[in-house]
């Protein structure tokens, strides 16, 4: 059974950088498609960064050359550094796995996963 759990979130003021990480157990992160979503209160889920099991990685318009993501072989665990965080960025952020192949059109769509975690709050302050 594949099970997800993010940590690292937190409360942090603008400018400041995060890393979460996401542990997976029941897969391993060099066969599935991983990727780290947001939401914010109101707002639907959407793609911040994933990475592909071809090896590329893709990013939404809003975190692309703030937000890294990558991935452990070895811990079997996939993260997000996150810098110069803005109030914008204040969200739950999960990450989510698909035992799948995903074209790259759809790597940042959160219904072409079909596992997720529980989450982890991430607030930016001014």
């Known amino acids: 059974q594949v099970q997800l759990v993010e940590s690292g979130g937190g409360s942090v003021q603008s400018g400041s950088s995060l890393r979460l990480s996401c542990a997976l157990s029941?897969?391993?992160?060099?066969?599935?498609?991983m990727g780290w979503f947001r939401q914010a209160p109101g707002k639907e889920r959407g793609g911040v960064a994933a990475l592909a099991t071809y090896g590329t990685w893709h990013y939404g318009d809003s975190v692309k050359g703030r937000f890294i993501i990558s991935k452990d072989t070895a811990a079997n665990q996939l993260y997000l550094q996150m810098k110069s965080l803005k109030p914008d960025d204040t969200a739950m952020y999960y990450c989510?796995?698909?035992?799948?192949?995903?074209?790259?059109?759809?790597?940042?769509?959160?219904?072409?996963?079909?596992?997720w975690g529980q989450g982890t709050q991430v607030t930016v302050y001014s």
């Open positions: 029941g897969g391993t992160v060099t066969r599935m498609s």
């Open positions: 989510a796995a698909a035992d799948r192949f995903l074209v790259q059109n759809r790597l940042l769509v959160p219904s072409a996963y079909n596992y």
